[in-house]
């Protein structure tokens, strides 16, 4: 696992983002307030899914994951 920002909150979007990409409610945490903004979109890596989340982001949000995602993936099975 990779991030970039406060240890807790990227924990807790770690563990949760595989629930979210699946479509559980976003409301599954105790302080539910660090995630009523998130997106996650899972990538798919030999077979193995794994999730890129993103907390905020604006209008330029879906394309910025998109784009991410596709990166991911390109680098994750280049071998």
């Known amino acids: ?19 979210l990409a699946r479509g559980a409610p976003h409301q599954i945490s105790p302080d539910a307030s660090n995630l ?25 949000r879906e394309a910025l994951l998109s784009h991410s995602a596709r990166g991911i993936q390109r680098i994750l099975t280049s071998n």
């Open 36 to 60: 009523h903004d998130v997106a996650v979109r899972a990538i798919d890596c030999f077979g193995e899914p794994l999730f890129l989340a993103s907390v905020g982001g604006g209008v330029a």
């Open 1 to 19: 696992m990779a991030w970039s920002g406060e240890n807790g909150l990227c924990e807790e979007l770690g563990a949760v983002a595989p629930l």
